[in-house]
Nanobody, 126 residues
């Protein structure tokens, strides 16, 4: 079973920053569109950002400017830098890996990603 391992979640006050990390096996990471999703209690899983191996980035319109996705190919690790955090950003954040050639217009749909991490909790207090 493919394992994506997330880390970096925690509790922070509004206005603060956190950086999430996701490490994947090399044979998955090298050729995957990597993405971050989040899910708050009672809500659907929401696409936050994604990045393809060629460097194309996708962001949720509501989060662009505060969140930045990046990668370290040498470490098979994807990052999500989250700045100016708000209480409404509180959620479990998931890393996912999928086919980089799936339709980019719906990059935010979980159906494009067969591989998932276990999730890391982010709590933002006011």
């Amino acid at each position: 079973q493919v394992q994506l391992v997330e880390s970096g979640g925690g509790s922070v006050q509004a206005g603060g920053s956190l950086r999430l990390s996701c490490t994947a096996p090399g044979y998955i990471y090298t050729n995957a569109r990597m993405a971050w999703f989040r899910q708050a209690p009672g809500e659907e899983r929401e696409g936050v950002a994604a990045r393809t191996p060629d460097g194309t980035e996708y962001y949720s319109d509501s989060l662009k400017g505060r969140f930045t996705i990046s990668r370290d190919n040498g470490k098979n690790t994807e990052y999500l830098m989250m700045n100016s955090l708000k209480p409404e950003d509180t959620a479990t954040y998931y890393c996912a890996a999928g086919n980089p050639f799936s339709y980019a217009g719906t990059w935010y749909s979980p159906v494009h990603y067969p591989y998932w991490g276990q999730g890391t909790q982010v709590t933002v207090s006011s």
